[in-house]
């Protein structure tokens, strides 16, 4: 029914057809926010959703918090051993199995040697394997990330920091090493930006970048211009 309040049913032109007690109006659900419950963490976090599990994460430096959107069960759990990276940022990503969670900081904003900079979480086990200590020329707030279609790596574009936008293209492998790759690639520039969104096609092993804030030699002091193209990219 397109009905979302009262107590009375119309056909598809508008007619009255009928009454119906005490409904549960679908649509109504459908169109508002319904809380299900909160959680709280404290200190710097970040977010992850597992497709495989139905799992949503919240986690930092010592705990993750675990939803199932199942069956809205909130499970809590404290590391044996704390994170090997100082979370700043939080990013993160889920690997494609579902078994495993990646946290990566792209730049060590607390300047302090020997710190690893991506590390793994065995969701099964709950223990971290520090990887990489390997970092970024340049911080890159408000990156955009996905998953290469290809070979299932963590690949990033656009960001900020240092007072430059980032036009290139990075790709993390399962060691925690970074690489930047496609320095020279076929077809139109994108230009340096962040604020973009991406979003990856897997049927037919596309990636998409949409739109962000930037300019064409990556300079701030030259100005910020707001973009609103689509541009569709192949790995291969």
Not at 112 to 140: H, I, R, S, V, Y
Request: charge should be negative; hydrophobic fraction near 30%; aromatic fraction near 14%.
């Amino acid at each position: 029914f397109n009905e979302s309040s009262g107590n009375t049913v119309h056909d598809d032109k508008g007619l009255l057809t009928g009454t119906v007690n005490n409904p549960g109006w679908l649509l109504e659900e459908s169109l508002k926010w319904k809380t299900i419950g909160d959680i709280t963490i404290t200190g710097n976090s970040g977010t992850a959703w597992n497709p495989v599990r139905q799992e949503i994460y919240a986690l930092n430096n010592e705990e993750i918090i675990i939803l199932n959107i199942i069956n809205n069960e909130v499970r809590r759990r404290t590391y044996d051993k704390q994170c090997p990276v100082r979370l700043n940022l939080g990013s993160n990503y889920v690997s494609q199995d579902g078994n495993n969670l990646y946290v990566y900081e792209v730049f060590n904003l607390w300047n302090e040697p020997q710190t690893f900079m991506t590390a793994k979480l065995d969701l099964n086990t709950f223990q971290w394997t520090p990887l990489g200590k390997e970092e970024l020329p340049m911080p890159l707030f408000h990156h955009c990330s996905f998953i290469n279609p290809i070979n299932n790596q963590l690949m990033l574009f656009g960001g900020f920091g240092n007072a430059l936008y980032n036009g290139s293209y990075y790709t993390l492998d399962e060691d925690g090493n970074w690489d930047n790759i496609w320095e020279n690639y076929n077809g139109d520039k994108v230009y340096p930006r962040y604020f973009a969104s991406a979003g990856v096609d897997y049927k037919n092993g596309d990636i998409y970048i949409y739109g962000g804030m930037g300019n064409e030699s990556g300079e701030q002091i030259v100005g910020r211009h707001y973009y609103y193209d689509l541009h569709r990219i192949n790995p291969e």
